[in-house]
């Protein structure tokens, strides 16, 4: 079954935008490797990070929870590396319908997964 391409809501950043662009097409949003991101950056380390990795918590949230994004993510799931949280994320009491992947990302805030659901992959996995 081949899931319906969603373009990006017009609200969201260009770096959300570019991430949901690499979700429709079922590649990993990977902002260490690609160009104008910043190169490889440790997310133990605030030096250097662009405002351009930023991802808003209502972005993840739309994406992973709301139609008619939710059920547009491919089976590969929503897999992002590198990316700058500021604010909390709370996922808390949601069902995840796929996989999601936020590795080697920097969080400022808390993010909360009280009561989180989910037969996927889900990672935060660190450096």
Same mark, same amino acid.
């Given at each position: 079954?081949?899931r319906p391409?969603?373009?990006?809501?017009?609200?969201?950043?260009p770096?959300e935008?570019w991430?949901w662009?690499c979700?429709?097409a079922g590649e990993?949003?990977d902002?260490?490797?690609t160009k104008?991101?910043?190169?490889? !950056? =440790?997310p133990?380390?605030?030096k250097g990070w662009?405002?351009t990795?930023i991802?808003?918590?209502? *972005?993840?949230?739309? $994406?992973?929870l709301?139609?008619?994004?939710?059920?547009?993510i491919?089976?590969h799931?929503?897999?992002?590396?590198?990316?700058w949280?500021?604010?909390? !994320? =709370?996922l808390?009491h949601?069902?995840?319908?796929c996989?999601l992947?936020?590795n080697h990302?920097r *969080?400022e805030s808390e $993010?909360?997964?009280s009561?989180l659901?989910?037969?996927?992959?889900f990672s935060?996995?660190?450096?």
């Amino acid at each position: 079954m081949t899931r319906p391409k969603i373009p990006a809501y017009q609200g969201w950043t260009p770096q959300e935008q570019w991430v949901w662009e690499c979700v429709q097409a079922g590649e990993i949003a990977d902002f260490n490797t690609t160009k104008g991101y910043g190169g490889q !950056l =440790d997310p133990k380390d605030p030096k250097g990070w662009p405002d351009t990795r930023i991802l808003r918590p209502t *972005f993840l949230e739309t $994406v992973l929870l709301y139609e008619p994004y939710r059920t547009a993510i491919p089976h590969h799931g929503l897999r992002i590396v590198g990316a700058w949280c500021q604010d909390s !994320l =709370d996922l808390s009491h949601a069902a995840l319908a796929c996989q999601l992947w936020l590795n080697h990302s920097r *969080f400022e805030s808390e $993010v909360k997964l009280s009561a989180l659901r989910t037969p996927h992959v889900f990672s935060l996995e660190p450096v």
